[in-house]
């Protein structure tokens, strides 16, 4: 029997592939509305996404990029340019845009007909969280899950594990009773210093990141029609990352010894 008892979720760029045609536009029609001429092109984005947080992001490209940009307020006028960027990323989502990843929708449905809880933790704002999961699994499933922790819920954003240690505190349960599901070293660091072990399913930013601790990388969760591709760690024999998670919880972690296969 299993002690998987929760399947824990990142959002951005796992559950959906949102930031080149999600925030990233977002961001330029912001700063298209406040006359600014800022254009974050999807090579710069790219650069960018190191550093978790829209409003994170924006005072760092001011800092790195703008010298002469001085501000009175800096921090109300990041607030102010990130609530705008919020309103026209919800539009965007609510556009239908922003489609689930493959295989997304049928892992969170499988955990929850196996009574395994699912759970989300992200750095993006609730209200984003909220209008991809109504917009893409519909009005009720917001309580499918168990927690929602995003955003400025914690004090420090991925990859500082808060975020992760939040849902488990909210959750009731040890890491050991969880697994993390994640897209970017950002989002792994933050979800193995919570002590969770961790499937990685890549994306165009994050495919050539270093997921070296992940204990299983592949190119998307992937369906049995539709396979992923492995890029690292086991598989256990199977094509898309289903309850096969079990075997993998089960297993001792990487770090420290290599996950046993299980016996043939
Ligand atoms: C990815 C992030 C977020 C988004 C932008 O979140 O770092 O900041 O890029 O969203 P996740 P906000 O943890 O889901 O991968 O502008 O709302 O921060
Ligand atoms: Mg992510």
């Known amino acids: 029997?299993?002690?998987?008892?929760?399947?824990?979720?990142?959002?951005?760029?796992?559950?959906?592939?949102?930031?080149?045609?999600?925030?990233?536009?977002?961001?330029?029609?912001?700063?298209?509305?406040?006359?600014?001429d800022w254009n974050?092109?999807?090579?710069?984005?790219?650069?960018?996404?190191?550093?978790?947080?829209g409003k994170e992001r924006i005072k760092f490209f001011i800092n790195k990029y703008l010298d002469d940009f001085k501000l009175a307020?800096?921090?109300?006028?990041?607030?102010?340019?990130?609530?705008?960027?919020?309103?026209?990323?919800?539009e965007l989502v609510n556009s239908g845009k922003l489609p689930l990843r493959q295989g997304a929708a049928s892992l969170?449905?499988?955990?929850?007909?196996?009574?395994?809880?699912?759970?989300?933790?992200?750095?993006?704002?609730?209200?984003n969280v909220e209008t991809l999961l109504k917009s893409q699994l519909?009005?009720?499933?917001?309580?499918?899950f168990s927690v929602i922790a995003a955003g400025d819920i914690v004090e420090h954003k991925k990859p500082a594990p808060d975020i992760y240690l939040y849902a488990l505190n909210k959750l009731g349960l040890e890491a050991e009773n969880c697994i993390a599901l994640e897209d970017s070293r950002n989002g792994l660091l933050?979800?193995?210093?919570?002590?969770l072990k961790t499937v990685v399913t890549t994306n165009g930013y994050t495919k050539n990141e270093n997921l070296s601790e992940a204990e299983l990388v592949v190119n998307k969760i992937g369906t049995e029609a539709k396979p992923f591709k492995i890029a690292s760690g086991y598989n256990y024999g199977q094509s898309?990352?289903?309850?096969?998670?079990?075997?993998?919880?089960?297993?001792?972690?990487?770090?420290?010894?290599?996950?046993?296969?299980?016996?043939s």
């Open 1 to 36: 029997m299993s002690n998987l008892k929760a399947i824990i979720f990142d959002v951005d760029g796992t559950l959906a592939d949102t930031e080149r045609l999600g925030h990233r536009v977002a961001f330029n029609q912001a700063f298209a509305d406040a006359g600014l």
């Open 40 to 53: 974050w092109n999807e090579e710069l984005y790219g650069e960018l996404l190191t550093v978790t947080g």
């Open 73 to 90: 307020n800096p921090d109300k006028y990041i607030a102010d340019i990130h609530a705008s960027k919020t309103r026209h990323y919800v």
């Open 108 to 127: 969170i449905k499988s955990a929850l007909k196996n009574d395994i809880k699912v759970a989300i933790a992200t750095t993006t704002t609730w209200e």
């Open 138 to 144: 519909g009005a009720g499933s917001l309580d499918w």
């Open 190 to 195: 933050s979800s193995i210093g919570a002590g």
């Open 240 to 263: 898309y990352v289903n309850l096969t998670l079990r075997p993998l919880h089960n297993s001792p972690s990487k770090y420290g010894q290599m996950l046993k296969l299980p016996a």
